[in-house]
């Protein structure tokens, strides 16, 4: 299963790298399935609302 969730490491307080927590299988297969319905995934961005407020989706 693939994760929404980048996986990489993080700053820590001490500047030390912290990996970043895997996330729960149900949210994984959750969010697979609703990505797959074509629904709005949480953390993802939203191509239309991008398109109606004007903004750029690839980054611009």
């Given at each position: 299963?693939?994760?929404m969730t980048p996986q990489r490491p993080v700053p820590g307080e001490r500047?030390?790298?912290v990996p970043?927590?895997?996330d729960?299988?149900?949210f994984t297969a959750l969010a697979a399935h609703w990505?797959?319905?074509g629904r709005l995934v949480p953390g993802t961005t939203d191509?239309?609302?991008?398109t109606l407020t004007g903004r750029s989706t690839d980054g611009r």
């Open positions: 299963m693939t994760t500047g030390e790298e970043c927590p895997r729960e299988p149900i990505a797959a319905a191509p239309e609302w991008d």
